[in-house]
């Protein structure tokens, strides 16, 4: 319940916030993004309605692993605001951690297992690095409903998926985490 609260207060925030800023919608995935990033204007307030979630989804091109679609994002110059994505993860993936931002994933559909923490190593193939992976990670089955709290620097994953795990992403930028003791 206090995950909950937490992600609905962040919507709020962004959504009332956002007719004073600036900014303008990416695509990070191609002209589907594009599009659908065009149809929000990032200096007003944002309502994403559920049926705009299942429409981006359903533009999805099936025979991707990983594919998103930005529905509103905010640069504050050359630094990043934030960002309201819906993403559609199947595996294989990657790990990946991002130094200056951090995640809350609303999962929308589907069902897997992601894997947090540990430390990202390359695999290698042939003497080439072929992909990333986590070592030493946590593993934790999410689905449908469930929301997943990525701090800024943390390894992170989808290490299973049943077909896929989709989810509305909240991308924001945190300074550098501290280490811990």
Partial sequence: M???????????????TASGQQGFGTAPDGPESAKLAAAYDPTKATVITAADVAAAIAKFPQDRVSVNGTFVERQDGDKFGYRVAVDRRRTPQRANAHAGEAEIWSVVDGSGTITTGGKIVDTMQDGKVVGREIEGGISQKVTKGDFVVIPEGVPHYITEANPHVIFVAIEFPRPPAAPRP
């Fill in 2 to 16: 206090r995950m909950f609260a937490v992600f609905l207060a962040l919507v709020i925030m962004f959504a009332t």
